[in-house]
């Protein structure tokens, strides 16, 4: 349920974005508030509390940072029961490709300082009929689970597209928390 939530709000985000190109500048080191991560983004990311409507008690934090043409959106969710991270991932992986409708172009196992994860690119049509490009990377962390997105339209130059996802991913490091 918080995936299709993550996953709308990103395809709602994206029908409003407006083609654009960014100026090479440098970016920012952004340390979640907790401890958990850090990574490079161009700005200081909007912080929002996501509440699942099925049970209130159920929260996490999302991140995003949006530029012209492309966003950001970073989430984490703690204490999930997460007895085979394989299968963990290959739920959380067909939840975000049937929430948001996409089309799951290509998928490779990744991994984050030891922890398991995918790489999923997408590609979606927005309300608006523009298509939306994305890479996503999933990581399952003992009880924790990651979402590192990186959405962008499918008319942005793809050279740009793939230097700006590269500096973004390749940044992801896990903290100790406080």
Known sequence: MRLKIFTTFLILYCATVAYGVQ?????????SPEGRFSLLLPHEPKLEVVTD???E????????EYETGYAFVIEYFDNIAI?????YLDVARDGIVGAVN???????KVSLEGHPGR???????????????????IYAVG???YSISYLWRKDMDSTLASK???????????????
């Open 53 to 55: 409507p099925t049970n």
């Open 57 to 64: 008690k159920l929260k996490h934090n999302r991140f995003s």
């Open 119 to 137: 790489e999923l690119e997408l590609s979606l049509n927005t309300s608006n009929g523009a298509t939306v490009l994305g890479r996503i990377r």
């Open 83 to 87: 007895a085979d991270a394989e299968k």
């Open 164 to 178: 700006i996802g590269e500096k973004y991913f390749s940044s992801m490091k896990l903290t100790p928390g406080q």
């Open 23 to 31: 100026a090479e500048a440098e970016w920012i080191k952004f340390t």
């Open 102 to 108: 996409g089309t799951l172009q290509r998928e490779t």
């Open 143 to 145: 009880s924790s689970f």
